[in-house]
């Protein structure tokens, strides 16, 4: 029967940030295609080191993944294969109330992942879950999938591993299949997309699936800490995997703008037409992102004592005066980028409805 994995699959981390995770899982993906992108690339082109999204007083998990911003299913995954000149097919699978396939089959669904693991393309998916995982192999003929996994075990125990998965197509929802490979756009004309996709998420003010995003999601998020009411709450609702674990899941986006930071300033070296604003927006980016361990530094922990603290007012009005903090710089930076935009003719309102949302 055959086999065949993908070798030289980066190990995919699972230690605490969602962010850093996605980060890992579009390094594999590129990778694995052969693709040959720094972190940094991937974290600026992405879309996940500078977006932040909030649910105004909604405390729910889920703000930190990939496509949480995304208005059309894997809208930001499909965004960045298109950016490098990858043809990306997206296949949503429709099933019955017993889990039967609406609109393929399960033959089709191994036939894919095997065809395009044939050809070296890792396949991204989700199986049963909100988070997106890397298929990089199989086995008996595309009976038993093989993924490239993050860990996050007992006592802490945090590691990669390969994992395997029988009878896989009956939890595949959806997935995106690399096709052809053309050649990307000039690197000038990718950064300059970014920008306007940055300055549009930044300033943007109606709501994407009832989340607000950018400046407003700043807002809304600081409000949401300083003035939420926790007192009627239990230490478990306020801890892990309550309020303070979700409040964990913003300073993770914040924490993402620094995966872009070297890759701002090896642009500010190649194109020094833009090296002021660049530099100016990564320092600023830089002292924003250190606000995604400030919650540290303030003595908060979880553990008992570490709850009961989130949960007094007074502890959370620092940590949101911090953020406002933090908040300044990420405006002073997507201001220096406006500057670049506004340098290659693009101005203003016009740059801004012209951006797409």
């Given amino acids: 029967m055959r086999r065949k994995i993908i070798p030289n699959i980066p190990d995919i981390g699972c230690y605490g940030s969602e962010v850093d995770y996605v980060?890992?899982?579009?390094?594999?993906?590129?990778?694995?295609?052969?693709e040959k992108m720094s972190k940094a690339e991937l974290a600026a082109y992405s879309g996940m080191a500078n977006r932040f999204?909030?649910?105004?007083?909604?405390?729910?998990?889920?703000?930190?993944?990939?496509?949480?911003?995304?208005?059309?299913p894997f809208e930001s995954s499909i965004r960045?294969?298109?950016?490098?000149?990858?043809?990306?097919?997206?296949?949503?699978?429709?099933?019955?109330?017993?889990?039967?396939?609406?609109?393929?089959d399960h033959e089709q669904i191994r036939r894919d992942f095997v065809e395009s693991i044939d050809k070296g393309y890792p396949?991204?998916?989700?199986?049963?879950?909100?988070?997106?995982?890397?298929?990089?192999?199989?086995?008996?003929?595309?009976?038993?999938?093989?993924?490239?996994?993050?860990?996050?075990?007992?006592?802490?125990?945090?590691?990669?591993?390969?994992?395997?998965?029988?009878?896989?197509?009956?939890?595949?929802?959806?997935?995106?299949?690399?096709?052809d490979k053309s050649g990307p756009a000039p690197e000038r004309e990718r950064f300059l997309d970014l920008l306007r996709l940055i300055v549009s998420r930044a300033r943007r003010t109606d709501k994407i699936n009832g989340m607000?995003?950018?400046?407003?999601?700043?807002?809304?998020?600081?409000?949401?800490?300083?003035?939420?009411?926790?007192?009627?709450?239990?230490?478990?609702?306020?801890?892990?995997?309550?309020?303070?674990?979700?409040?964990?899941?913003?300073?993770?986006?914040?924490?993402?703008?620094?995966g872009a930071l070297p890759y701002y300033r090896s642009l500010a070296e190649r194109f020094p037409e833009w090296r002021d604003e660049l530099n100016i927006a990564a320092?600023?980016?830089?002292?924003?992102?250190?606000?995604?361990?400030?919650?540290?530094?303030?003595?908060?922990?979880?553990?008992?004592?570490?709850?009961?603290?989130?949960?007094?007012?007074?502890?959370?009005?620092?940590?949101?005066?911090?953020?406002?903090?933090?908040?300044?710089?990420?405006?002073e930076a997507v201001e220096q980028f406006e500057k670049i935009l506004s340098k290659e003719g693009l101005h203003g309102e016009a740059l801004h409805a012209s951006c797409p949302k």
């Fill in 212 to 258: 607000n995003v950018g400046f407003a999601a700043w807002e809304a998020y600081l409000h949401d800490l300083e003035f939420s009411d926790f007192s009627t709450l239990s230490l478990e609702e306020v801890g892990r995997d309550g309020r303070m674990g979700i409040y964990c899941d913003g300073l993770c986006q914040i924490w993402g703008r620094s």
């Fill in 283 to 331: 320092a600023a980016l830089d002292d924003c992102s250190k606000y995604g361990g400030f919650l540290w530094a303030q003595g908060f922990s979880f553990d008992e004592k570490g709850y009961e603290r989130f949960r007094d007012p007074a502890a959370r009005k620092i940590l949101a005066d911090e953020g406002r903090k933090a908040l300044q710089k990420d405006i």
């Fill in 80 to 104: 960045l294969f298109k950016t490098f000149g990858w043809d990306a097919r997206y296949i949503s699978i429709l099933r019955d109330g017993d889990g039967k396939p609406l609109n393929t």
């Fill in 23 to 34: 980060f890992d899982i579009l390094d594999a993906t590129f990778t694995g295609a052969g």
């Fill in 123 to 179: 396949v991204v998916c989700r199986m049963n879950s909100h988070r997106q995982n890397v298929v990089i192999g199989y086995e008996n003929d595309g009976s038993i999938i093989v993924s490239r996994v993050g860990i996050d075990g007992e006592n802490d125990d945090k590691r990669s591993e390969t994992a395997t998965r029988e009878n896989w197509e009956d939890s595949v929802s959806e997935y995106i299949l690399l096709k």
């Fill in 53 to 72: 999204v909030w649910k105004p007083g909604a405390w729910r998990h889920g703000y930190e993944v990939m496509d949480s911003i995304d208005q059309t």
